[in-house]
């Protein structure tokens, strides 16, 4: 069975920067749309961005928009959120999941999670 790993959450200040990595082990993601989502305390888990592992068409959360960017390193079989100008409404944590074929904002369309990163946004 394939796995994803996420790793660079942490503890910053409001207005800082994070790059978030999830690494493909046991799995190949030729084919498959690439997800990250988030979960804050109590609330429900939400999309925040996608991208397809070939043909790339990055698509973003109304929420994601202009403070987030979901990229790729194909030979490392790794996908990255950069998160900009966090706030403390940023508080979650995300995961990175996947699905075979078009994209989509359903979380329970993804085949493949991994179990999360923490990021944590101090005012």
């Known amino acids: 069975q394939g796995s994803l790993v996420e790793s660079g959450g942490g503890l910053v200040q409001a207005g800082a920067s994070l790059r978030l990595a999830c690494a493909a082990s046991g799995i190949t993601f030729y084919g498959y749309t690439l997800g990250w989502f988030r979960q804050a305390p109590g609330k429900d888990r939400e999309f925040v961005a996608s991208?397809?592992?070939?043909?790339?068409?990055?698509y973003y959360a109304d929420s994601a928009k202009g403070r987030s960017t979901i990229s790729k390193d194909n030979p490392k079989e790794t996908v990255f959120l950069q998160l900009n100008n966090l706030n403390p409404e940023d508080t979650a944590t995300y995961y990175c999941a996947a699905k075979y074929g078009r994209r989509s904002i359903s979380d329970s369309d993804y085949e493949y999670w991994g179990q999360g990163t923490r990021v944590t946004v101090a005012s």
């Open positions: 991208i397809l592992w070939t043909g790339n068409s990055p």
